[in-house]
Protein backbone atom coordinates (compact mmCIF):
# COMPACT_ATOMS: atom_id res chain seq x y z
CA UNK A 1 0.00 0.00 0.00
CA UNK A 2 0.90 3.61 -0.21
CA UNK A 3 3.68 4.47 2.37
CA UNK A 4 4.60 8.13 3.75
CA UNK A 5 8.09 8.40 5.12
CA UNK A 6 8.84 11.13 7.52
CA UNK A 7 12.51 11.83 8.14
CA UNK A 8 13.52 12.41 10.97
CA UNK A 9 11.64 10.75 13.69
CA UNK A 10 12.65 12.65 16.27
CA UNK A 11 15.49 15.50 16.41
CA UNK A 12 16.87 17.94 18.86
CA UNK A 13 18.57 21.53 18.63
CA UNK A 14 19.63 24.39 20.01
CA UNK A 15 17.49 27.85 20.21
CA UNK A 16 18.57 29.70 17.00
CA UNK A 17 18.88 27.05 14.52
CA UNK A 18 17.60 25.68 12.05
CA UNK A 19 16.05 22.51 11.35
CA UNK A 20 14.59 20.42 8.13
CA UNK A 21 12.22 17.87 8.29
CA UNK A 22 11.29 15.70 5.00
CA UNK A 23 8.07 14.23 3.83
CA UNK A 24 8.28 11.22 1.09
CA UNK A 25 5.42 9.73 -0.81
CA UNK A 26 7.43 6.21 -1.80
CA UNK A 27 5.24 4.67 -4.02
CA UNK A 28 2.79 6.97 -5.40
CA UNK A 29 3.44 10.69 -6.58
CA UNK A 30 1.48 13.24 -4.27
CA UNK A 31 0.56 16.64 -5.80
CA UNK A 32 -0.77 17.76 -2.86
CA UNK A 33 1.10 17.79 1.04
CA UNK A 34 0.01 19.23 4.52
CA UNK A 35 1.62 19.49 7.35
CA UNK A 36 0.42 19.65 10.67
CA UNK A 37 1.79 20.66 14.48
CA UNK A 38 0.32 18.60 17.52
CA UNK A 39 1.51 19.90 20.73
CA UNK A 40 1.49 17.41 23.94
CA UNK A 41 -1.94 15.96 24.51
CA UNK A 42 -3.61 18.14 21.77
CA UNK A 43 -4.87 17.74 18.29
CA UNK A 44 -3.29 18.37 15.25
CA UNK A 45 -3.11 21.34 13.88
CA UNK A 46 -2.83 22.35 9.88
CA UNK A 47 -0.32 24.67 9.46
CA UNK A 48 0.08 24.44 5.71
CA UNK A 49 -0.86 22.77 2.36
CA UNK A 50 1.97 22.38 0.08
CA UNK A 51 1.63 21.86 -3.51
CA UNK A 52 4.22 20.69 -5.89
CA UNK A 53 5.74 23.33 -8.02
CA UNK A 54 4.23 26.64 -6.54
CA UNK A 55 3.96 28.22 -2.98
CA UNK A 56 2.37 26.63 -0.03
CA UNK A 57 -0.44 28.06 1.60
CA UNK A 58 -0.64 28.54 4.92
CA UNK A 59 -3.10 28.26 7.48
CA UNK A 60 -4.14 31.62 9.85
CA UNK A 61 -1.54 32.75 12.47
CA UNK A 62 1.26 30.21 10.66
CA UNK A 63 4.44 32.29 10.21
CA UNK A 64 5.44 31.58 6.97
CA UNK A 65 9.02 32.82 7.16
CA UNK A 66 9.55 30.67 9.96
CA UNK A 67 8.29 27.65 8.60
CA UNK A 68 9.51 27.22 5.59
CA UNK A 69 7.89 24.56 3.02
CA UNK A 70 9.38 23.59 -0.06
CA UNK A 71 7.79 20.46 -2.91
CA UNK A 72 10.38 20.34 -5.44
CA UNK A 73 8.85 17.53 -6.30
CA UNK A 74 5.71 15.07 -6.78
CA UNK A 75 7.43 13.07 -4.21
CA UNK A 76 8.98 15.21 -1.69
CA UNK A 77 8.08 18.02 0.52
CA UNK A 78 10.26 19.35 3.17
CA UNK A 79 9.43 21.92 6.46
CA UNK A 80 12.31 24.04 7.80
CA UNK A 81 11.74 25.21 11.05
CA UNK A 82 14.14 28.58 11.21
CA UNK A 83 15.06 30.25 14.20
CA UNK A 84 13.49 27.37 16.28
CA UNK A 85 12.71 28.58 19.79
CA UNK A 86 11.40 26.01 22.43
CA UNK A 87 8.10 27.19 21.70
CA UNK A 88 8.50 25.30 18.34
CA UNK A 89 8.96 22.34 20.23
CA UNK A 90 6.27 19.89 19.14
CA UNK A 91 5.46 17.03 16.97
CA UNK A 92 5.33 17.84 13.50
CA UNK A 93 3.40 15.46 11.19
CA UNK A 94 2.94 15.65 7.41
CA UNK A 95 0.55 13.84 4.82
CA UNK A 96 0.54 12.96 1.62
CA UNK A 97 -2.96 13.01 -1.21
CA UNK A 98 -2.96 10.59 -3.71
CA UNK A 99 -3.74 11.77 -7.05
CA UNK A 100 -7.69 10.80 -6.84
CA UNK A 101 -10.02 13.01 -5.27
CA UNK A 102 -9.85 12.49 -1.81
CA UNK A 103 -8.45 9.44 -0.94
CA UNK A 104 -7.36 8.73 2.43
CA UNK A 105 -4.79 10.59 3.76
CA UNK A 106 -1.54 9.06 4.42
CA UNK A 107 0.65 10.36 7.05
CA UNK A 108 3.89 10.08 7.77
CA UNK A 109 5.21 8.90 11.49
CA UNK A 110 5.76 12.08 12.45
CA UNK A 111 8.82 13.92 13.99
CA UNK A 112 9.49 14.98 16.95
CA UNK A 113 11.48 18.03 17.72
CA UNK A 114 12.70 19.58 20.78
CA UNK A 115 14.67 23.25 20.84
CA UNK A 116 16.95 23.41 24.06
CA UNK B 1 -17.21 26.91 9.51
CA UNK B 2 -16.23 23.66 9.83
CA UNK B 3 -15.87 21.60 13.29
CA UNK B 4 -15.81 18.43 14.62
CA UNK B 5 -16.30 17.76 18.32
CA UNK B 6 -15.32 14.62 20.63
CA UNK B 7 -16.67 15.34 23.80
CA UNK B 8 -15.26 12.95 25.69
CA UNK B 9 -11.27 13.82 26.94
CA UNK B 10 -10.56 10.41 28.40
CA UNK B 11 -12.36 7.10 29.07
CA UNK B 12 -11.23 4.42 30.97
CA UNK B 13 -13.25 0.76 30.79
CA UNK B 14 -11.89 -2.60 31.57
CA UNK B 15 -10.73 -4.87 29.01
CA UNK B 16 -13.24 -7.06 27.75
CA UNK B 17 -15.80 -3.92 27.57
CA UNK B 18 -17.62 -2.38 25.10
CA UNK B 19 -16.72 1.46 24.61
CA UNK B 20 -18.12 4.24 22.31
CA UNK B 21 -16.42 7.33 21.27
CA UNK B 22 -18.65 9.99 20.31
CA UNK B 23 -18.01 12.52 17.21
CA UNK B 24 -20.17 15.09 16.47
CA UNK B 25 -19.16 17.54 13.44
CA UNK B 26 -20.53 20.79 11.48
CA UNK B 27 -20.45 22.01 8.35
CA UNK B 28 -22.73 23.56 5.63
CA UNK B 29 -21.29 21.62 2.97
CA UNK B 30 -23.23 18.49 1.16
CA UNK B 31 -20.48 16.91 0.42
CA UNK B 32 -17.51 15.82 2.79
CA UNK B 33 -15.67 12.94 4.13
CA UNK B 34 -15.53 11.69 7.93
CA UNK B 35 -12.55 9.46 9.18
CA UNK B 36 -11.06 8.05 12.42
CA UNK B 37 -7.81 7.61 12.92
CA UNK B 38 -5.64 5.76 16.20
CA UNK B 39 -2.77 7.34 17.39
CA UNK B 40 -0.68 4.94 19.56
CA UNK B 41 1.75 6.07 22.04
CA UNK B 42 4.39 5.98 19.93
CA UNK B 43 2.83 8.38 17.26
CA UNK B 44 1.59 7.55 14.59
CA UNK B 45 -1.21 8.07 12.90
CA UNK B 46 -3.25 4.72 11.85
CA UNK B 47 -6.25 5.44 9.40
CA UNK B 48 -9.23 3.25 10.30
CA UNK B 49 -12.29 4.51 8.30
CA UNK B 50 -13.25 6.94 6.13
CA UNK B 51 -17.16 7.32 4.95
CA UNK B 52 -18.77 9.97 2.40
CA UNK B 53 -21.54 12.06 3.15
CA UNK B 54 -23.74 10.22 1.09
CA UNK B 55 -23.06 7.02 2.58
CA UNK B 56 -25.09 6.23 5.59
CA UNK B 57 -24.63 2.66 5.92
CA UNK B 58 -23.02 1.34 8.90
CA UNK B 59 -19.57 -0.02 8.92
CA UNK B 60 -18.47 -3.12 10.97
CA UNK B 61 -14.51 -4.49 10.84
CA UNK B 62 -13.92 -6.93 13.06
CA UNK B 63 -14.47 -5.33 16.71
CA UNK B 64 -14.44 -1.91 15.24
CA UNK B 65 -17.99 -0.39 14.27
CA UNK B 66 -19.00 2.91 13.17
CA UNK B 67 -22.66 4.76 13.37
CA UNK B 68 -23.17 7.46 10.80
CA UNK B 69 -26.14 9.85 11.24
CA UNK B 70 -27.01 12.85 9.32
CA UNK B 71 -29.76 13.50 11.05
CA UNK B 72 -27.88 14.16 14.07
CA UNK B 73 -24.24 14.94 12.39
CA UNK B 74 -22.36 12.51 14.37
CA UNK B 75 -19.83 9.54 13.36
CA UNK B 76 -19.06 7.53 16.28
CA UNK B 77 -17.01 4.82 16.89
CA UNK B 78 -17.33 1.51 19.07
CA UNK B 79 -14.98 -0.88 20.11
CA UNK B 80 -16.56 -4.49 21.63
CA UNK B 81 -14.63 -6.50 24.01
CA UNK B 82 -11.83 -3.78 23.89
CA UNK B 83 -8.13 -5.24 24.24
CA UNK B 84 -5.54 -3.60 25.88
CA UNK B 85 -3.90 -3.04 22.36
CA UNK B 86 -6.36 -0.57 21.82
CA UNK B 87 -5.06 1.73 24.60
CA UNK B 88 -4.44 5.26 21.84
CA UNK B 89 -5.74 8.21 21.51
CA UNK B 90 -8.33 8.11 18.96
CA UNK B 91 -9.11 11.17 16.39
CA UNK B 92 -12.67 12.03 14.60
CA UNK B 93 -11.97 14.54 11.67
CA UNK B 94 -13.70 15.80 8.72
CA UNK B 95 -12.59 16.97 5.68
CA UNK B 96 -14.41 18.73 2.73
CA UNK B 97 -13.62 19.19 -0.92
CA UNK B 98 -10.31 21.06 -0.53
CA UNK B 99 -9.01 17.92 1.13
CA UNK B 100 -7.61 19.63 4.06
CA UNK B 101 -8.77 17.42 7.24
CA UNK B 102 -9.80 19.07 10.62
CA UNK B 103 -9.32 16.87 13.53
CA UNK B 104 -11.20 16.58 16.49
CA UNK B 105 -9.14 16.91 20.10
CA UNK B 106 -9.40 13.43 20.22
CA UNK B 107 -10.72 10.79 23.03
CA UNK B 108 -7.63 9.03 24.85
CA UNK B 109 -8.74 6.32 26.02
CA UNK B 110 -7.39 3.27 28.59
CA UNK B 111 -7.90 0.23 28.46
CA UNK B 112 -7.13 -1.65 31.84
CA UNK B 113 -6.21 -5.58 32.41
Known amino acids: GAVVSQHPSWVICKSGTSVKIECRSL??????MFWYRQFPKQSLMLMAT?????????EQGVEKDKFLINHASLTLSTLTVTSAHPEDSSFYIC????????????FGNGTRLTVT | AQKVTQAQTEISVVEKEDVTLDCVYETRDTTYYLFWYKQPPSGELVFLIRRNSFDEQNEISGRYSWNFQKSTSSFNFTITASQVVDSAVYFCALSLRDDKIIFGKGTRLHILP
Open chain 1, 95 to 106: SALLSSYNSPLH
Open chain 1, 50 to 58: SNEGSKATY
Open chain 1, 27 to 32: DFQATT
